[in-house]
């Protein structure tokens, strides 16, 4: 018989006989779906997160703003400058044959009695609307330019309890939300929305923070920001969106997924000795059936891959009902940081959880079967 098939016939034989050994192989089951979900669960916000602020049409899209202030508070870029910004080459043009970028701003929102979070309203232009493709009224009507109205994001709604005829109270009086209005679950959710002009007339500022511009493709970048920084008339920095949300947001993001593998580090640890001594107590109930396999002529290392996968299966199990909870639980489950963003378990972290459970299986199934692999059958069939 092949080393093949020895490997199937006592990998069949092992498995067979989990149904005496239920309660230790679900040990592991539950071990691994805790680490797993666990796992699953807290980078579902990193991965939430990185969706809301990074959208596919971003890899042709930059930001531009004034020499170092690279915040959207800032009121730094005049029009002289923005409009030498829009005749950069590589900028995409609208059907109306403009350059398709927007100059905008973002400011905060005081609100009236405690609310926990902060509201913010971002002032956009006749092309931002244009520039974010899932922009859409859910209920109500969009603002309209030169009138005292705003229109709120779902997310922005929902934790602030806005909804249309809601008033919002600006330095110089109160202006209604004509609207809510969503955006595929893009941060713009989690803000006020107005006419740019309008808001910057009432409160008497002539500055924006950032031009937000679409480039004919990912290849106009080069020479977009090479034209702009060569400019003497103008002092301006540029970074393409993707690049400009991950230095924002990556650092925090970064340090929730350290913590998170640390923390499912520790557990794993836990779940890899519970695996290494289950595997071992397999072994010695298995010890006849080893003996027998043995005396038939199967080879010592097919029983030794046989404990192995074995494992292997407790594990992937364990991982896939661990993510299957996760995802029931948190996908889609909306979340306050920054702004609203939806948690998202998605199609990696699935795979992660996965290939999580199956190395730390591996691992533990390594020295039960290296146990096996070395049992002699004579020993083997007489041990009690």
């Given amino acids: 018989m092949s080393a093949v098939r020895q490997i199937a016939a006592a990998s069949v034989i092992g498995i067979g006989g989990l149904r005496d050994r239920y309660a230790p192989s679900l040990v592991i089951v539950i071990g691994m779906a805790c680490v797993v979900g666990v796992l699953t669960s807290m980078l579902s916000v990193t991965a939430g997160l990185t969706r809301a602020y990074l959208r596919p049409e971003d890899a042709t899209r930059a930001i531009v703003w004034k020499g170092t202030a690279n915040f959207d508070e800032s009121r730094s870029l005049k029009p002289d ?12 043009k609208g059907r109306d044959g ?17 609310s926990p979070g902060s509201l ?12 974010r493709p899932g922009f859409r009224i859910v209920a109500g009507h969009t603002f309209r330019a030169g009138m005292r109205e705003l229109v709120v994001g779902v997310g922005a709604a929902r934790k602030f309890g806005l909804q249309v005829g809601s008033e919002v109270r600006l330095r110089d009086g109160n202006w209604p939300i004509v609207g809510i209005f969503s955006c595929d679950a893009d941060i713009i959710e989690s803000y006020l929305v107005g006419d740019a002009g309008t808001v910057m007339a009432a409160r008497r500022r002539s500055g924006f923070a950032q031009v937000f511009v679409q480039l004919v493709d990912r290849n106009a970048y080069p020479e977009f920001k090479q034209w702009l920084q060569d400019n003497p008339a103008i002092d301006v920095s540029v970074e393409r969106k993707t690049e400009y949300d991950l230095r924002v947001v990556g650092a925090d993001t970064g340090f929730f997924t350290r913590m998170s593998y640390i923390i499912v580090l520790i557990m794993a640890l836990g779940a890899l000795f519970g695996i290494v001594k289950i595997m071992y107590g397999a072994v010695r109930a298995r010890t006849h059936e080893i003996g027998a396999l043995r005396a038939l002529g199967f080879g010592s290392a097919p029983v030794a891959v046989s404990v192995i996968l074995e ?3 407790l594990g992937a199990v364990g991982a896939i009902v661990g993510t299957a909870i996760a995802w029931l639980m948190f996908d889609g489950r909306e979340m306050w940081v920054w702004g609203a963003f939806r948690l998202h378990v ?27 692999a070395r049992l002699s059958p004579v020993e083997a069939l007489r041990a009690e």
């Fill in 81 to 92: 400058v923005i409009a030498t910004i829009l005749d950069a080459p590589g900028i995409a």
């Fill in 98 to 114: 403009a350059p398709l970028a927007d100059a905008e701003f973002l400011m905060w929102v005081p609100l009236e009695g405690f």
């Fill in 120 to 131: 913010e309203l971002r002032g956009i232009g006749p092309a931002g609307v244009p520039l």
């Fill in 311 to 313: 494992a292997v299966l």
């Fill in 346 to 372: 998605s199609l990696q972290l699935w795979v992660l959880g996965l290939l999580w459970a199956l190395s730390t299986a591996l691992l533990g199934g390594f020295l039960p079967a290296l146990r096996a």
